[in-house]
């Protein structure tokens, strides 16, 4: 049997570090950065948790702004309906924002009395004597 080896190179190579355990270590510290990676990914890149966040917190904005726009909208509706069925809102509306006057209508502004100014000697305690206007 000349291709039998011998006893001592059996020893010898169980003594030195098993060539798998390497790719066992080098396997490892691959699937751990992968797993680094796809965490970061999965925290951080696009379509991550982050932007997820950022997601809702505008869809809850934009909720908020089209409950806003239609409160708008529903006044409005019931604004022209108004318009539309009553001639009392739009006469209404006529005097309010345009002065309309109708007919047969007289119109009366009542103002407050004037008031003067306070003056430096009234503020010192001196008498003020009113004037009378000529009549």
């Known amino acids: 049997m000349p291709d039998a080896l011998p006893l001592s190179n059996h020893c010898n190579q169980s003594s030195r570090p098993f060539d ?24 951080l890149g696009n379509g991550g948790i982050r932007e997820l966040s950022q997601s809702r917190q505008e869809v809850a904005r934009l909720s908020a702004d089209l409950k806003k726009q239609r409160d708008i909208n529903t006044a409005l509706r019931a604004e022209v309906t108004d318009l539309v069925d009553g001639v009392g809102e739009i006469e209404e509306r006529a005097r309010s924002e345009l ?27 001196a008498m003020v004597q009113e004037t009378n206007p000529v009549q």
């Open 20 to 43: 798998g355990d390497i790719l066992l270590k080098i396997l490892i510290a691959a699937l751990c950065i992968l797993f680094v990676v796809l965490q970061w990914r999965f925290w």
């Open 99 to 125: 002065g309309m006057i109708g007919p047969n209508e007289t119109f009366y502004q009542f103002v407050g009395e004037r008031q003067e100014p306070v003056s430096d000697n009234l503020a010192q305690g």
